[in-house]
């Protein structure tokens, strides 16, 4: 009847280690993964003064990429950046154009269109505060002197 305890350990794998999950629904898409074996495993000493790192696999079966265009961490705004985005989205510029004036300022960055709408989400989240959109919407009827 022994105790069973989860262990403090960190696994770290390539992104692109694993097989690709087939959905039921018969669409093909696409997938990053190949089956990369990389990884290594990382546990606390015994003394608790360091941690111990063990590479179960340190090769990858894949080039590097080109661009690192679609990683989530990469493709974050910075805080500069969502100030940039907020002030646009303000203005009513068109998403697209907010993502062309994002990379004009810097070349190299690789920040898709899919975080500029996130980020919008998130200005508007804050506007509305705990009120659902349709409570929202009747407070902006309701201080527009709007009769309904």
Not at 25 to 54: M, Y
Not at 119 to 146: C, M, N, T, W
């Amino acid at each position: 009847t022994g105790k069973r305890e989860r262990s403090n350990k960190l696994i770290f794998g390539c992104d692109r280690g694993g097989k690709h999950k087939r959905t039921d629904s018969g669409t093909q898409s696409a997938s990053k993964k190949c089956g990369c074996p990389f990884k290594i495993r990382s546990t606390p000493t015994n003394d608790e003064s360091g941690w111990k790192i063990d590479v179960k696999c340190g090769l990858h079966n894949h080039g590097l990429p080109d661009r690192l265009e679609g990683h989530s961490f990469i493709g974050r705004l910075t805080t500069d950046e969502k100030q940039h985005v907020a002030d646009l989205i303000k203005r009513h510029v068109p998403h697209r154009h907010i993502l062309l004036s994002l990379q004009d300022r810097d070349p190299e960055n690789v920040t898709r269109i899919t975080q500029v709408y996130k980020h919008k989400s998130v200005i508007q989240k804050e506007i509305r505060g705990p009120r659902s959109e349709i409570q929202h919407l009747f407070k902006l009827i309701e201080d527009a002197g709007y009769v309904y």
